[in-house]
């Protein structure tokens, strides 16, 4: 697609229940990350796939978050047993490879509120 | 570690006026360095990057940024401030010993006054 899409834009949910948050990346970019924007914080990087190797998990904050990437191309983040804390926007970048030394493109976001 | 450190919270500005806001970097190695702008509820969008070459980069909507290696600084930079400038901002290093992800400073609200 022309750029990276993330759906939904907006989820409401109540604390403990699970979440999935996806991201469709730019067509031909193998490199894919995820990152929290939380209020009045900085981006946190969260995890980041590359081609078919193994993900670098080493930001998920809690056993709770995992993602997986499908084919190489789609990407979903899930958060189970949400919790308040969880609120934040989720964002999501591709790029042409992790060696390329072009910047990320990112998606709109997902925000999430955990009620 | 790779990180970035951008020293101001906010920075205010008259129209018209020039802006500067600052990035300082600590890496190993060769820096590369981007900035990007967030819009209110909106994405984050590239405005320049530092790979390597002149130490002044130009970006999008006349904003330029330059590279000093010696105060390991990357300060955005624009002559005339406009009020749709008014933004968060945020400086970033590529860590490509870590998969090439980005690493963030705090980030910078921009308020441009008429």
């Known amino acids: 697609g022309a750029g990276v899409s993330q759906s939904p834009s907006n989820k409401v949910t109540e604390k403990g229940k699970d979440v999935e948050l996806r991201c469709d990346p730019i067509?031909?970019?193998?490199?894919l990350y995820w990152y929290r924007q939380s209020l009045g914080q900085g981006l946190e990087f969260l995890i980041y796939f590359q081609g078919n190797s193994a993900p670098d998990k080493s930001g998920l904050p809690s056993d709770r978050f995992s993602a997986e990437r499908t084919g190489g191309s789609v990407s979903t983040l899930t958060i189970q047993r949400t919790q308040q804390e969880d609120s934040a926007v989720y964002l999501c970048?591709?790029?042409?490879?992790?060696?390329?030394?072009?910047?990320?493109?990112f998606g709109s976001g997902t925000r999430l509120t955990v009620v | 570690a790779q990180s970035v450190a951008q020293p101001e919270d906010q920075v205010n500005v008259a129209e018209g006026n020039p802006l500067t806001v600052k990035c300082t970097y600590s890496?190993?190695?060769?820096?590369?360095l981007f900035w990007y702008v967030q819009y209110p509820n909106r994405g984050l969008q590239f405005l320049l990057k530092y790979i390597t070459g002149d130490n002044l980069v130009k970006g999008s909507y006349g904003f330029e940024a330059e590279f000093n290696k010696s105060q390991t600084s990357f300060h955005l930079k624009k002559p005339s401030a406009l009020v749709s400038d008014s933004a968060l901002y945020f400086c970033?290093?590529?860590?490509?010993?870590?998969?090439?992800?980005?690493?963030f400073g705090q980030g910078t609200e921009l308020s441009v006054k008429p």
């Open positions: 970048a591709s790029s042409l490879g992790q060696g390329n030394p072009q910047g990320c493109t």
């Open positions: 890496v190993s190695g060769n820096p590369y």
């Open positions: 970033a290093v590529r860590d490509y010993n870590q998969g090439g992800k980005l690493i």
């Open positions: 067509s031909g970019h193998t490199a």
